[in-house]
């Protein structure tokens, strides 16, 4: 078990300093698990949904819900970590590792870039690098249970090594690409890359 500062640790109602070397600077530590959002939570029934990858990719593929399903998926736990400084550690979930739907699109030598795109048009970019080596998922199942719309349900990306704006909701697809194009929050004054463990919080971080 790791150590918790409990006597300095209380910074509010609910907010804890949290384990030594898990909590980012500028960081606290909640067990909640706040709903951010930048519009209307979009509903798309399941017979509708696919997940396409495209872009710099030698075979594009879209996959339906149920061909989805049958990917292999696995559990993960990881500790996310929101701009607005939260972060809540041990989430856990259930879902389908990048690693292995990048396997199946082959992706070409000259992508570095990933953009994903979701209902309701946000979009998020991270580099390709970042989101491979199983760092990043598409998760459909938060604490054993479907993943709740609010919090991306159907089925979210999850990149728990960058910040939690990086993780987009209502995910529908990824493309590839060789330059980078800054995505919704990037483009808004959010740090392109947003390693907080950096504090890349904002542009010029
Ligand atoms: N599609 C979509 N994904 C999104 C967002 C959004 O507004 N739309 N917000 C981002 C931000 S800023 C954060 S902090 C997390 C919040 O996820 P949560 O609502 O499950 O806590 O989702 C990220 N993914
Ligand atoms: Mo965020």
């Not at 030594?20 to 600077?25: C, I, M, S």
């Not at 593929?61 to 399903?69: G, L, N």
Request: with cysteine.
């Amino acid at each position: 078990m790791s150590t918790i500062f409990q006597s300095r640790g209380f910074t509010g109602k609910g907010r804890q300093a949290g384990p030594a070397g898990r909590v980012p600077p500028g960081q606290y530590v909640t067990s909640d698990f706040p709903v951010l959002s930048a519009g209307p939570t979009p509903h798309i029934p399941l017979e509708r949904w696919t997940f396409e990858i495209n872009g710099l990719v030698k075979a594009p593929r879209r996959w339906s819900w149920a061909e989805f399903m049958q990917l292999p998926a696995r559990q993960y736990t990881v500790d996310i970590h929101c701009v607005t400084k939260w972060s809540k550690l041990d989430t856990s979930w259930e879902g389908v590792s990048l690693d292995t739907l990048l396997q199946v699109v082959e992706v070409e030598p000259r992508a570095h870039v990933v953009v994903a795109f979701c209902d309701g048009g946000y979009t998020t970019n991270m580099p390709l690098d970042e989101v491979m080596g199983d760092k990043a998922f598409v998760a459909y199942k938060y604490e054993a249970a479907p993943l709740p719309p609010e919090h991306g349900g159907p089925a979210r990306l999850v990149v728990p090594k960058l910040y939690f704006w990086k993780s987009a909701k209502w995910v529908r697809g990824l493309v590839l690409a060789e330059k980078d194009e800054p995505g919704f929050w990037e483009s808004l004054g959010y740090n392109n890359h947003g390693d907080p463990w950096k504090e890349e919080r904002y542009h010029g971080d």
